[in-house]
């Protein structure tokens, strides 16, 4: 992979790394503002960090900068598709600031992401997105996203996971 990729205009996308970690801090809490949720907490932050730039990294951080400026991000990370018997780019968050939006940043963010799975082999690159985002939905729609209509996402968390995985 190119350690940066410059789309048209003045965005570059690039690898995060430990050196970017309070603009990764200032975006996920104006992504948490924007979805109406709480930040995370500092220790979650903490353990954001660590997964992101630790010995075994758990994912990764792609940023989009303007004017040297960090206004975006795509966090992604691997899964596996046993029916393409091929790994899949699973795009956990995209997100760019309110006020960098309509300048194409974040398309660059999902072209990147895109050309990052073709280079990984992978078969596909999959996200979520919430049904309440509109903006969102038709973004994704004019890239030839489309909704998985027979597929439903389920979780399973807090006392019901602690209930199934037991003493682990």
């Known amino acids: 992979m190119d350690e940066t990729t410059t789309p048209p205009g003045s965005v570059t996308i690039r690898p995060a790394a430990p050196d970017d970690s309070a603009a ?9 503002d924007f979805e ?9 932050q903490v353990r954001l960090l660590a997964d992101a730039f630790g010995s075994h ?8 900068e303007v004017a040297g400026q960090v206004v975006g991000y795509a966090f992604v990370f691997e899964t596996y598709s046993t029916f393409l018997a091929l790994p899949t780019l699973y795009l956990e968050d ?23 799975a073709v280079r990984r082999g ?8 919430l049904d309440w985002n509109t903006h969102a939905v038709a973004f994704y729609d004019r ?3 489309r909704p998985m209509a027979d597929w439903r996402l389920y979780r399973l968390d807090g006392a019901a996971l602690a209930a199934l995985g037991g003493d682990a």
């Open 143 to 145: 890239l030839g996203g």
């Open 24 to 32: 990764i801090r200032r975006l996920v809490r104006a992504l948490a």
């Open 94 to 116: 995209l997100f760019v600031l309110p006020e960098y939006r309509a300048q194409r940043i974040g398309y660059a963010l999902m072209q990147f992401c895109a050309r990052e």
């Open 57 to 64: 990294p758990r994912f990764e951080i792609f940023l989009a």
């Open 36 to 44: 109406r949720l709480p930040p995370p907490d500092d220790a979650a």
């Open 122 to 129: 992978c078969g596909r690159l999959d996200w979520m997105v």
